[in-house]
C-alpha cells in the first residue's frame, strides 16, 4: 500500500536546469586562468551536481590552496555569467507547478543558497518553492545530506509536514544524502547521472511528466 508523501526536496543542477554548460566552461576558464591543467570536456561533465570541491579533488586532483584558489575565481565568473547559462528542462515547470498546487516543495542542492536563488529568481522559479536550501558560503555546509538537513529544518520553521519526504535528483549523491534521513529518492532520468547511480532509487522518472505520475503513486509504506 502506497502513502502520498508530504513534501518534495527538488535538486537542481540535472533535475530542474540543464545548467552543463556554464559550469564546466567557467570552470575550464578559473582553471586556465590559474595555470592549471582543464580535464577534458568528459570529465569536467562529472563537476555537474556534487559539491564543487568533491570535484576539484576526484576530478582535477587538486586539495588545500590550489582548490581553494580555483574555487573562488569559479566563483567570482560563475555569478557574474556563468550561472544564466543553462535552461530549464523541456515540462520541469509545467511538472513542478503541478506538483505544487498539492505538495509543499523545496529545494535541495549542493550549490551555495545565495547562487541558487539567484537562479531561480532569474528563470522564474522561486516562487514555487517553500524553501531553498543549498550549500553555505564557506562550504562547511555542502554534503547532500548536510543540505537535505537544513532543508527539512528550514521547512519544520515554516511548519511544513516532513513526516513523508521525497527526493528527486540525478545524481548518486542525491540518493545518498536522501538516504541518510530515510527519505527515498526518485532519480530524474533526463538528468546528468550514469544509470547505476539509481541502484538505490525507488523509481526512475523517464521525463517531468512521468516524475507527476510516479509522486501520484504515492511512497511505499514501510512495514
Not at 124 to 141: K, N
Not at 145 to 173: F, K, N, Q, T, W
Not at 196 to 206: F, K, P, R, S, V
Request: net charge negative; hydrophobic share 45%.
Amino acid at each position: 500500500m502506497n502513502e502520498p508523501c508530504t513534501v518534495i526536496l527538488v535538486d537542481l543542477d540535472g533535475t530542474i536546469m540543464d545548467s552543463a554548460a556554464g559550469i564546466t566552461r567557467t570552470l575550464a576558464v578559473a582553471l586556465e586562468e590559474l595555470g592549471l591543467p582543464v580535464p577534458a570536456p568528459s570529465r569536467l561533465l562529472e563537476f555537474v551536481g556534487p559539491p564543487i570541491m568533491d570535484g576539484l579533488r576526484d576530478v582535477a586532483g587538486l586539495e588545500g590552496d590550489d582548490a581553494a584558489r580555483v574555487l573562488d575565481r569559479y566563483r567570482t565568473l560563475y555569478r557574474a555569467s556563468g550561472a544564466f547559462e543553462a535552461e530549464p528542462y523541456a515540462g520541469i515547470r509545467d511538472a513542478l507547478e503541478t506538483l505544487g498546487r498539492s505538495t509543499p516543495l523545496a529545494i535541495a542542492t549542493s550549490k551555495p543558497e545565495s547562487t541558487a536563488t539567484r537562479i531561480l529568481d532569474h528563470f522564474g522559479f522561486a516562487p514555487l518553492f517553500t524553501v531553498i536550501a543549498g550549500a553555505s558560503e564557506d562550504e562547511s555546509r555542502s554534503d547532500k545530506a548536510d543540505v537535505v538537513a537544513r532543508a527539512l529544518e528550514l521547512l519544520a520553521e515554516r511548519h511544513v509536514d516532513v513526516s513523508r519526504p521525497l527526493m528527486v535528483g540525478d545524481r548518486i549523491h542525491d540518493v545518498e544524502g536522501a538516504a541518510a534521513h530515510g527519505i527515498p529518492t526518485i532519480m530524474a532520468g533526463w538528468g546528468y547521472g550514469a544509470p547505476e547511480e539509481a541502484a538505490g532509487a525507488i523509481a526512475i522518472a523517464d521525463s517531468p511528466a512521468d516524475l507527476v505520475a510516479l509522486v501520484r503513486a504515492g511512497l511505499p509504506t514501510v512495514a
